[in-house]
């Protein structure tokens, strides 16, 4: 591993060739006799952990140097040479940049050694922090939302992703669970080892099995000449991720539990025990405590799998991110089509919230595709909303009173009161709003805060003419 640099600044060689010597067992030492030389190191070493300069030198100073030095490379460790150490001078230096202040001559190497190796050590852990706060920050920016739902999501990914534990996901198809399992590892120690991703539901029995555990040659009929490594060996020194963990069969439970206790596979057709070094990410979509409850899951295999859970939210229990959402597929879906989608008005963004979004995510994010794909540019407009998105409403029954102009309780009330059902208000009033816009179906979808398509569609069912 490459040692750490130091550059040593001061217009007395014998000063600099003694620091040299005392750290050249540890260190690269690089050295300047004033701050000119001392700027151009900085600039061509931007590895450089620490520079140790005098206070007092002809031309810049020590204390302007330090500043230059950390405007040019902010993580660099500073400590200031004086023959003049005051405690006035001290903290001054400390306040322009400096971490540490020394006094001359240097007779105590020792000392200085151990104060060398503190102030890197500390900017060591300040580099590191800076890169794992940048590194989050990057994982982070592949979810959107800022709904407390979410916020909570995020805070336990920065809890458990520099743990080893296995970690259970559940959430409805469609919410991110993978996601949140690619975050983990990302963040993680494994960060640099594999990430490898097995969809269960896909596979089943020995199928299943030579997936996870790999086989050995000629095992079972159409098996590879050569064998093969199944996904624990694939995820050495990494993250294997398990999704839909609550679809295998009770043969490959025991055999999943069997690897998690002793942390060795044995291929199918094998004898052989092999040691790997994963961790394990599982996800689901079902209730595993209802499953074990019922016979259908292992306990045992539960309560390993489930040492940290990690909940990802149904998009209707957090449609405050909605906006949000549509803002970012509108950007990615227009960029990818030629840019001509320029936003979305408020009613089709209303339609979006309205709706309940079985599919989460996943399916909030073909909707946008599809509007955008299907759109002649500008502004999306309730007239690119699909239609299923539109019949399929809010979770209560979408209102046909006009945009901004709510229904009074006792008009609810009344409708109630005469017996008219609400397909017949519902006729009755686009049938209302269309005499009095005289037959204009784009200015009375406006005033309903429906779409144009969604007027037709009624009319046709009424056989109406206009």
């Given at each position: 591993m490459a040692r750490p640099k130091i550059l040593i600044v001061d217009d007395e060689r014998p000063t600099r060739d003694v620091m040299a010597r005392a750290l050249s067992d540890k260190y690269e030492c690089i050295t300047a006799a004033d701050a000119e030389q001392a700027m151009k190191a900085v600039a061509e070493n931007p590895d450089l952990a620490l520079i140790i300069s005098d206070v007092r030198m002809p031309g810049e100073d020590g204390v302007s140097l330090i500043r230059r030095a950390k405007a040019a490379n902010p993580s660099l460790a500073c400590m200031l040479l004086t023959a003049y150490g005051t405690v006035d001078l001290a903290v001054a230096a400390m306040k322009d940049g400096a971490d540490d202040f020394l006094t001359k001559p240097i007779t105590d190497l020792d000392q200085l050694e151990l104060r060398v190796a503190k102030a890197i050590k500390t900017v060591g852990l300040e580099r590191e922090v800076a890169s794992l706060k940048e590194k989050l920050a990057g994982e982070l920016e592949s979810f959107t939302g800022k709904s407390p739902a979410m916020e909570r999501v995020y805070q336990m990914i920065r809890k458990v992703a520099p743990t080893n534990a296995n970690v259970?996901?559940?959430?409805?198809?469609?919410?991110?669970?993978?996601?949140?399992?690619?975050?983990?590892?990302?963040?993680?120690?494994?960060?640099?080892?594999?990430?490898?991703?097995?969809?269960?539901?896909?596979?089943?029995?020995?199928?299943?099995?030579?997936?996870?555990?790999?086989?050995?040659?000629?095992?079972?009929?159409?098996?590879?000449?050569?064998?093969?490594?199944?996904?624990?060996?694939?995820?050495?020194?990494?993250?294997?991720?398990?999704?839909?963990?609550?679809?295998?069969?009770?043969?490959?439970?025991?055999?999943?539990?069997?690897?998690?206790?002793?942390?060795?596979?044995?291929?199918?057709?094998d004898t052989l025990e092999r040691p790997v070094d994963f961790r394990l990410v599982a996800a689901t979509n079902r209730d595993l405590a209802k499953m074990v409850a019922e016979g259908k899951f292992r306990e045992d295999l539960y309560y390993r799998l489930n040492v940290i859970d990690l909940k990802t939210p149904a998009l209707k229990d957090h449609k405050e991110d909605i906006a949000l959402l549509v803002s970012r597929f509108l950007k990615e879906f227009s960029s990818e089509n030629g840019g001509t989608v320029t936003g979305i008005d408020a009613h089709a963004m209303k339609a979006l919230e309205d709706y309940s979004w079985p599919g989460n995510v996943r399916q909030l994010r073909n909707i946008v595709e599809k509007m955008v794909v299907l759109s002649g540019g500008g502004r999306l407009t309730l007239d690119d909303v699909p239609v299923e998105i539109l019949e399929g409403g809010a979770d209560t029954p979408r209102q046909v009173e006009p945009a901004g102009e709510p229904v009074e309780a006792g008009a609810r009330t009344n409708v109630a009161a005469t017996g008219m059902s609400l397909a017949d208000s519902e006729k009755e009033k686009i049938l209302s709003v269309l005499e009095s816009v005289k037959g204009n179906k784009s200015k009375a979808a406006e005033l309903l805060g429906i779409s144009r398509r969604t007027i037709h569609r009624k009319l046709n069912e009424w056989k109406i003419r206009t």
């Open positions: 259970l996901i559940e959430g409805p198809s469609g919410s991110g669970k993978e996601l949140a399992a690619r975050a983990i590892h990302n963040l993680s120690k494994r960060a640099k080892g594999p990430f490898v991703a097995l969809e269960c539901s896909a596979f089943e029995g020995d199928l299943l099995r030579s997936e996870l555990f790999g086989y050995v040659a000629g095992t079972f009929t159409g098996a590879l000449k050569e064998g093969k490594i199944g996904c624990f060996e694939a995820a050495d020194g990494g993250t294997i991720f398990l999704d839909e963990i609550g679809e295998i069969d009770m043969a490959t439970q025991i055999a999943l539990l069997r690897t998690l206790e002793s942390r060795k596979v044995r291929r199918l057709g």
